[in-house]
């Protein structure tokens, strides 16, 4: 059988990460979030710093770039590759390792454009989990101990950097529903909820095969 693969989206506070979570629990399947960058490190032979500093934020520093781009990159040699910049080459690096992930196991992958990468899967079901900004930021304010107006904040910058990611490495709109096959408001849903209607899309789009 296929490996049936779960991509999921997220605004920051949403509970995507807890969703990707408990659907892998319920399936008894590996999710891949930070794993993904630690794998790609050791895929690509880049230093796994280097995808920490790129995990989902395009990078516009040349001064950075020019100085990590030392690193040596054992396995992709071709000289293309080695003409790019180092934010393009970490792409592709991890684009690559969600790939060889997909192709060997059934898996939850968070982010980094895993739905793009898996675009021609036909196993894979794309996710976007959401909710109203009022729930993100108490979500935050209580998962991190900081207050509303901070959260508010962070929750800003760190779906601005994902959008400007997405946007930028595809050819869709990150959060926009005809990117996705799936798009959950986890703020009304519950994660629970959004992982009965994960199963439920599966097993209805199993039955149509």
């Known amino acids: 059988m296929a490996n049936k693969i779960y991509t999921i989206g997220r605004e920051f506070g949403s509970g995507g990460r807890e969703v990707g979570e408990k659907l892998a629990a ?12 630690q794998q790609a490190a050791k895929d690509s032979g880049f230093c796994e710093e280097i995808f920490e500093n790129h995990d989902e934020k395009p990078t516009n520093s040349f001064l950075y770039s020019l100085v990590m781009d030392t690193y040596s990159v054992s396995g992709y040699s071709a000289a293309p590759f080695l003409d790019m910049p180092l934010n393009h080459k970490v792409f592709l690096a991890q684009f690559e390792t969600i790939k060889k992930i997909a192709e060997k196991e059934s898996c939850v992958i968070v982010g980094r454009c895993a739905d793009y990468a898996l675009s021609d899967n036909p196993d894979c079901i794309n996710i976007f989990i959401h909710a109203d900004l009022d729930v993100r930021i108490k979500n935050v304010s209580k998962n ?66």
Do not use: H, P
Not at 30 to 35: H, I, Q, R, T, V
């Open 26 to 37: 319920k399936l008894g399947i590996k999710l891949y979030d930070k794993e993904l960058l």
């Open 144 to 209: 991190l101990n900081i207050t509303e107006n901070k959260a508010r904040d962070i929750i800003n910058k760190t779906d601005k950097q994902r959008a400007s990611y997405y946007n930028y490495y595809t050819s869709k709109k990150w959060g926009d529903s005809k990117s996705y096959n799936l798009s959950l408001d986890a703020g009304k849903l519950g994660t629970d909820n959004c992982v009965e209607m994960i199963l439920k899309f599966r097993e209805l789009m199993d039955a149509m095969k």
